[in-house]
């Protein structure tokens, strides 16, 4: 039984500088019409506390592998993201 490759992305902060993260998952909103992902970096991905960070994307029509991420900034927005991000956590967590 072969381990499932995680997805990587790199990220660059506002100074320039790349990092790259592991996708712990994707998910799309219908009301909204909004899609979502959720990673974490990949040198804290082993850790016992790992920060998860999560933007509203866009992929780029010109090239299928390249996104536009957007910071989540309104808190309702927030609020219906966290719920996914537990609901998504719980449901993997039942799956181990």
Do not use: C
């Not at 902060?13 to 996708?23: A, S, Y």
């Not at 957007?70 to 991000?85: G, H, K, N, R, Y």
């Amino acid at each position: 039984m072969a381990l499932e490759e995680k997805e990587r992305i790199i990220i660059p902060d506002e100074n320039g500088e790349e990092h790259l993260f592991e996708v712990l998952f994707t998910f799309d909103v219908d009301k909204t019409g909004q899609s979502y992902i959720a990673v974490v970096p990949v040198e804290q991905k082993d850790a016992d506390e790992v920060e998860v960070y999560a933007f509203r994307y866009e992929e780029k029509k010109q090239d299928d592998n390249d996104l536009a991420l957007f910071p989540i900034e309104a808190d309702d927005e927030w609020e219906m993201v966290e719920e996914m991000l537990h609901t998504l956590a719980d449901e993997e967590e039942l799956n181990k």
